[in-house]
């Protein structure tokens, strides 16, 4: 059995290959329904194939959230591999997979008293919850204990950043913050906000602006004044514009010395509202454990 076994969920947007060298278990953030059919995501539907059918039909692609008794079968399935896990959630600002784990974690404990499962919110989103489980994961890796994992968890979260690149605001009424006609006028003007996830988890906007290009270059003027140094490690997602990812990502490395750049796809779970175009960008100054 391993030591110390890291969860989390889908909205990290954690490529395979991170996943596999840390075995790291990701459960499905929320279900994804498509005109009535379910389909969980990157087992039944790829990222790719969700924003297709967003661009074609918004209106068909809906999400429900996961129930206390599927997390409990994803946590039955992690507590055969070990007694002591770490599932780190997307942030409860945004979704209520935070509660949902705490309630699935008392049942768990009521069939397998043996195991134990501990929720950290990450107060965060996408390639920011991202670098935060790497480190947990990482820490779990060279042997640390619970304690120390949730502290590196918890050290590095408060260091690390994340803006978000709206390509359109066509789908942002799907989120409840602005109606469907009003999101459709926005879109006409090519208004493009720069969001900003702040420290409770929250969400405000940052900037806007008319053009990506330009709407890129702020982001890199903010990411430079936030983080304070020019060394980062960065998670990149996108939602079905690769493209938009490798002009940011050489973008990044003639401003930054960049430790690591990590690119993957933005979860539609949460990308629904985003849109395709969308881009995330996670950053942290260091991931090395021995500080």
């Given at each position: 059995?391993?030591?110390?076994?890291?969860?989390?969920?889908?909205?990290?947007?954690?490529?395979?290959?991170?996943?596999?060298?840390?075995?790291?278990?990701?459960?499905?953030a929320a279900?994804?329904?498509?005109?009535?059919q379910?389909?969980?995501?990157?087992?039944?539907?790829?990222?790719?194939?969700?924003?297709?059918?967003?661009?074609k039909?918004?209106?068909?692609?809906?999400?429900?959230?996961?129930?206390p008794?599927v997390?409990?079968?994803?946590?039955?399935?992690?507590?055969?591999?070990?007694?002591?896990?770490?599932?780190?959630?997307?942030?409860?600002?945004?979704?209520?997979?935070?509660?949902?784990?705490?309630?699935?974690?008392?049942?768990?404990?009521?069939?397998?008293?043996e195991?134990?499962?501990?929720?950290?919110?990450?107060?965060?989103?996408?390639?920011?919850?991202?670098?935060?489980v790497?480190?947990?994961?990482?820490?779990?890796?060279?042997?640390?204990?619970?304690?120390?994992?949730?502290?590196?968890?918890?050290?590095?979260?408060?260091?690390?950043?994340?803006?978000?690149?709206?390509?359109?605001l066509?789908?942002?009424?799907?989120?409840?913050?602005?109606?469907?006609?009003?999101?459709?006028?926005?879109?006409?003007?090519?208004i493009?906000?720069?969001?900003?996830?702040?420290?409770?988890?929250?969400?405000?906007?940052?900037?806007?602006?008319r053009?990506?290009?330009?709407?890129?270059?702020?982001?890199?003027?903010?990411?430079?004044?936030?983080?304070?140094?020019d060394?980062?490690?960065?998670?990149?997602?996108?939602?079905?514009?690769?493209?938009?990812?490798?002009?940011?990502?050489?973008?990044?490395?003639?401003?930054?010395?960049?430790?690591?750049?990590?690119?993957?796809?933005?979860?539609?779970?949460?990308?629904y509202?985003?849109?395709?175009?969308?881009?995330?960008?996670?950053?942290?100054?260091?991931?090395?454990?021995?500080?």
């Open positions: 059995m391993a030591n110390v076994l890291i969860m989390t969920d889908s909205v990290a947007c954690l490529p395979a290959d991170i996943v596999e060298e840390f075995g790291i278990k990701v459960v499905p279900n994804i329904i498509i005109d009535g379910n389909y969980i995501e990157n087992v039944s539907i790829s990222a790719t194939e969700a924003y297709q059918l967003i661009e039909d918004p209106d068909k692609f809906l999400t429900s959230a996961m129930t008794h997390l409990l079968e994803e946590f039955e399935q992690a507590a055969s591999l070990s007694t002591e896990i770490v599932h780190i959630t997307l942030s409860s600002a945004l979704s209520a997979g935070f509660k949902t784990a705490g309630l699935a974690a008392e049942l768990l404990k009521e069939k397998k008293p195991a134990a499962i501990h929720i950290v919110d990450s107060k965060a989103v996408a390639g920011m919850q991202g670098l935060m790497r480190a947990a994961a990482k820490a779990a890796k060279k042997g640390m204990s619970v304690e120390e994992i949730i502290d590196t968890a918890q050290k590095v979260r408060a260091r690390t950043g994340g803006l978000f690149m709206l390509d359109t066509r789908y942002i009424y799907r989120t409840g913050r602005m109606s469907k006609m009003g999101s459709r006028i926005a879109s006409m003007f090519n493009r906000p720069i969001n900003k996830v702040m420290e409770d988890g929250t969400i405000i906007m940052a900037e806007r602006t053009n990506r290009d330009h709407s890129l270059e702020i982001m890199l003027e903010l990411i430079s004044s936030e983080a304070g140094t060394s980062l490690h960065f998670m990149l997602n996108h939602a079905n514009a690769p493209d938009v990812a490798e002009q940011f990502r050489e973008m990044l490395g003639r401003k930054f010395n960049c430790l690591s750049v990590t690119i993957s796809d933005y979860s539609p779970v949460m990308g509202g985003a849109g395709p175009g969308a881009l995330f960008a996670g950053f942290t100054p260091s991931l090395d454990l021995s500080e």
